[in-house]
């Protein structure tokens, strides 16, 4: 069961056990159709899901107006965080009583968990990219030659996706580069500080990129077989994308979207060239589908597989609402 939107100022208590969903935009997501059915399956009886909205980079005083809400209410069990991870954890981090390594690593909320009355920050983007990119990655795809990633947007998206490509623990299999860009200097600042502490030697370089113009530029230095991924929110939480329509994607490169609904002009710019630039283009499903599970096993305390019967079986009846 679902229920229509709620804003930082229509917020009232849960009738039953609650998992919210902030974002920008909730109630047009597939979440909305898919999770009574996980919930069903799952087990969890009597389950809703709540959407919150509130506006891109939203005043802090909504942010703690939300996370004390489901702190203090019973039935107001977690939540999933969208488009507001940096902001929601700079303007709450105070109210967390525990803090877990990825989300202090990277000064993000994805994840807002209850256990035995303290309340808990999580980010689970490192957890759920490396998940969907080792799905339609082919093993080793990078130790098959010097290949770059290029994130458009240095969101908290870019922060776990740059993390989980960086990693040494991946030794050959790693890019060449791991390219950001951004429209805002700020956030850029942000991750290179991220990226400072990382015991790793992967080289990054960061592009202040006021224009989609710009990013082109950024675009057309990539090696062949790169990684291009739309983590800007466009075609989403706004409308457009990154990219003016006559940049080129790399030769053999693969272009991924982490949206995956609304007006998705950079899939539609991706898959135009897909014949003649040799393209593999991913919209953001099978992300969506790990991110959820990811959270929904953390706030109801339940095991999800990743892999193997249990997840196809979460796959298609998500698969079954698109």
Not at 65 to 70: D, E, N, Y
Not at 102 to 107: R, V, Y
Not at 260 to 272: C, I, K, P, S
Request: one cysteine or more.
């Amino acid at each position: 069961m679902t229920f229509p939107t709620l804003t930082a100022s229509t917020l009232r208590p849960a009738t039953a056990p609650t998992l919210y969903f902030i974002g920008v935009t909730t109630g047009s997501s597939s979440i909305q159709h898919v999770f009574p059915r996980w919930a069903a399956h799952l087990g969890l009886q009597d389950a809703v899901l709540q959407g919150i909205d509130l506006p891109l980079h939203a005043p802090a005083d909504d942010y703690r107006a939300v996370v004390r809400f489901i702190a203090e209410d019973p039935l107001s069990l977690g939540a999933l965080v969208t488009t507001h991870k940096i902001d929601l954890f700079a303007a709450c981090r105070d109210l967390f009583d525990e803090i877990d390594a990825f989300a202090a690593l990277m000064g993000e909320t994805s994840c807002i968990s209850k256990r035995d009355g303290r309340l808990i920050c999580h980010a689970k983007d490192p957890i759920s990219s490396g998940l969907a990119l080792d799905a339609f990655l082919p093993a080793g795809f990078w130790s098959r030659g010097p290949a770059d990633a290029l994130c458009l947007g240095a969101g908290g998206s870019s922060i776990a996706i740059s993390w989980y490509l960086s990693r040494q623990e991946r030794g050959l299999d790693r890019p060449a580069r791991v390219i950001v860009t951004n429209r805002s200097a700020a956030r850029l600042e942000h991750l290179r500080e991220i990226h400072a502490t990382l015991p790793t030697d992967t080289l990054f370089e960061y592009h202040l990129t006021p224009t989609a113009s710009d990013n082109a530029r950024v675009l057309a230095d990539l090696a062949p077989r790169s990684l291009v991924v739309n983590a800007t929110g466009l075609g989403k939480d706004a409308p457009g994308s990154p990219l003016p329509d006559d940049a080129v994607f790399p030769l053999d490169g693969v272009a991924w979207d982490l949206n995956y609904r609304g007006d998705l002009v950079f899939l539609d710019q991706a898959r135009a060239q897909s014949a003649e630039r040799r393209l593999r283009v991913e919209d953001g499903w099978i992300y969506f589908v790990h991110g959820w599970t990811q959270v929904i096993a953390e706030v109801f305390d339940i095991e999800i597989p990743t892999s193997g019967p249990s997840f196809e079986r979460l796959s298609e009846l998500a698969l079954a609402t698109r």
